[in-house]
């Protein structure tokens, strides 16, 4: 079966740091792995995916995010983290050989960056 | 385009009561889905549908029930609400084909079931 782990609920970092917000994922054939943010009373929204090629992927507003296929992780990335970075940050996966048409999201993890 | 929207923001329902929430979109998009959010779980899925006339159940179905009628609609009903469908409910589309498989997400719904 399908699952996502988000380890942390939140994470806290100061402007300017970089930032780093951790995915796990199980699938049993080969992954299309996302990640959405969603910022509040607001749905969410694309910010990249991982479906086939080069391990790093970029996406929107800076963000990019590692695939490891060995340790099943697609951790997001930002260098320099911006206070309206602040929202919270949802992993899926969807398992593209038997997963059919079902995206599996995590629970998310906030992020509160500090000015 | 308007993308996706969800039809009502926000609703109160007594236990026992029926409503559908209506979810469109006017991307032409093949697959549609109905979320719930609830807090430390993330998205859960309820039903979906991969084409105009098809529906097929998610993680959650139970209390619920869709209709995709039309391809641009795609309708969610709870017959009998229940307070423990008290949640946020979001619509999502997707392209059939579409090498990024991105789901585009309605702004959501609130609904609370006294």
């Known amino acids: 079966a399908q699952s996502v782990a988000q380890p942390e609920d939140q994470v806290n970092v100061a402007e300017g740091n970089p930032l780093t917000v951790k995915c796990t994922y199980s699938?049993?054939?080969?992954?299309?792995l996302f990640w959405y943010v969603q910022y509040p009373n607001r749905g969410l929204q694309f910010l990249l995916n991982y479906i086939t090629g080069d391990n790093l992927v970029k996406g929107s507003y800076g963000f990019e995010a590692e695939f490891n296929k060995s340790q099943t992780s697609f951790h997001l990335k930002k260098p320099s983290a911006l206070v309206s970075d602040s929202a919270l940050y949802f992993c899926a996966v969807r398992d593209r050989d038997t997963g059919g048409f079902k995206t599996i999201f995590g629970a998310g993890t906030r992020l509160f960056v500090k000015a | 385009n308007a993308g996706v929207t969800q039809t009502p923001k926000f609703r109160v329902l007594k236990t026992g009561q029926s409503m559908t929430l209506l979810c469109a979109q006017d991307?032409?998009?093949?697959?549609m889905y109905w979320y719930r959010q609830d807090p430390g779980m993330g998205l859960r899925l309820i039903h979906y549908s991969v084409g105009e006339g098809t529906t097929a159940k998610g993680e959650v179905p139970d209390g619920y029930n869709v209709s995709r009628l039309k391809k641009q609609n795609f309708l969610l009903g709870l017959e009998s609400a229940a307070p423990s469908q008290t949640s946020v409910y979001f619509c999502a589309s997707a392209t059939q084909g579409d090498s990024t498989d991105t789901q585009y997400f309605g702004p959501g719904t609130r609904l609370t079931v006294l």
């Open positions: 699938v049993s054939g080969n992954p299309y």
């Open positions: 991307m032409n998009h093949e697959y």
